[in-house]
């Protein structure tokens, strides 16, 4: 089937097939530099893309022996981009097959008419969760949950006690007391229970993390980044809940942020 071009400009002709072709590789770009944006990756990324500008500059002025010696290094770049950016590729994938296991209610739960149902029980668990937080807050108990969503973080989960508990506000602040052996770690919570607590989390160094910010936080944030769970942190210092999401730190953020941000995990695990 022949399309029409969409544009001519002497020999050059620009047709539907080169929109669409241009506004996906738009769309994947977008989506890469979402994901970096605010890692360390970001910078190696926009190294790397300068090289390939140089490359093609040297190309184009015949430099032949800088061409060869940029071109190698392009080459052999894929594997080196895939190790360096393990955790963004990662984080990439998940994000395009998030909600799309058929096993999950967040999948079921666009065709259930009884959805509804499921979303009353939620509610009961996510105020649950808003009171033991708000508890902590007061009492400034430090705490850190993690709210899996495509993946269930098993390799964590394994790292820590397992619990698997219904989801109660006591027992989550039992678990943070100060004086309780539970208090260090995680507490990951998935399918509607609290799986293990003391859990070991990846620390980010990602430079953009604020200083002031301890070990916690940095844990918060260096689960986000190799997947596409939600932390929640509770500071033992002033008290302040903070949120972290893709890689992101949110400190201080609102009741309302903070339940949304819970009933939309609750509802994709």
Request: proline fraction near 3%.
């Amino acid at each position: 089937m022949y399309l029409i071009p969409l544009m001519k400009i002497g020999f050059l002709e620009f047709g539907w097939s080169d929109a669409i072709d241009i506004l996906l590789l738009a769309f994947l770009i977008y989506q890469l530099y979402r994901i970096v944006r605010g890692s360390l990756a970001y910078n190696i990324f926009f190294g790397i893309l300068v090289v390939y500008l140089l490359t093609l500059l040297a190309e184009a002025l015949e430099l032949k022996l800088i061409s060869d010696v940029l071109g190698q290094f392009i080459n052999i770049g894929v594997l080196g981009l895939l190790i360096v950016f393990q955790p963004e590729v990662r984080r990439f994938l998940l994000q395009l097959g998030k909600n799309r296991d058929i096993r999950k209610p967040a999948f079921w739960g666009r065709f259930n008419l009884q959805h509804y149902g499921i979303t009353q029980a939620q509610h009961k668990e996510v105020d649950e969760l808003m009171a033991a937080l708000h508890h902590m807050a007061d009492s400034k108990t430090g705490a850190l949950l993690v709210f899996p969503t495509t993946s269930r973080l098993q390799f964590f989960v394994n790292s820590g006690i397992l619990i698997r508990g219904d989801i109660s506000g006591d027992l989550l602040e039992s678990i943070f007391n100060k004086t309780g052996p539970l208090h260090d770690g995680a507490v990951i919570i998935a399918d509607n229970k609290i799986l293990a607590a003391r859990c070991v989390l990846p620390v980010s160094e990602n430079q953009d993390v604020p200083g002031h910010v301890g070990l916690r936080h940095r844990s918060a944030v260096g689960i986000t980044e190799v997947s596409d769970a939600l932390a929640i942190i509770v500071s033992e210092e002033n008290g302040i809940i903070s949120l972290a999401k893709e890689g992101r730190l949110q400190l201080n953020v609102s009741d309302e942020e903070i339940r949304s941000a819970l009933a939309t995990s609750l509802l994709s695990a």
